[in-house]
Nanobody, 125 residues
Framework: QVQLVESGGGLVQPGGSLRLSCAAS????????MGWYRQAPGKQRELVAT???????NYADSVKGRFTISRDNRKNTLYLQMNSLKPEDTAVYYC???????????????????WGQGTQVTVSS
């Protein structure tokens, strides 16, 4: 089975920085696009940033110029560097992998739409 585990959330003052990590585990052969999403209380989950396996990044307008997404394909790990944080960035941040090729025994399978459990980011003075 494939699992995604986020880490790095916490409480930070406005203007501060945090770095989130998402580690994918399992008998993984490759991961296609990975991304960060967030959900604030009373709001729908929204896209923050995504990155293809080849390194092409896409950002929500609200985080452009402040957040940077990156990934290490050898470690199956996704990162989100968040700078100049604002109170409106407060949310639970989720990691997503849209499709994952993984081994089960000697057979290669493709699974879709994996999510982590989320990590809380709170921006407050």
């Amino acid at each position: 089975q494939v699992q995604l585990v986020e880490s790095g959330g916490g409480l930070v003052q406005p203007g501060g920085s945090l770095r989130l990590s998402c580690a994918a585990s399992g008998s993984i052969f490759s991961i296609n696009t990975m991304g960060w999403y967030r959900q604030a209380p009373g709001k729908q989950r929204e896209l923050v940033a995504t990155m293809t396996r080849g390194g092409s990044a896409n950002y929500a307008d609200s985080v452009k110029g402040r957040f940077t997404i990156s990934r290490d394909n050898r470690k199956n790990t996704l990162y989100l560097q968040m700078n100049s944080l604002k109170p409106e960035d407060t949310a639970v941040y989720y990691c997503n992998a849209d499709s994952v090729r993984y081994y089960s025994g000697s057979l290669l399978y493709t699974g879709i739409d994996y999510w982590g459990q989320g990590t809380q980011v709170t921006v407050s003075s």
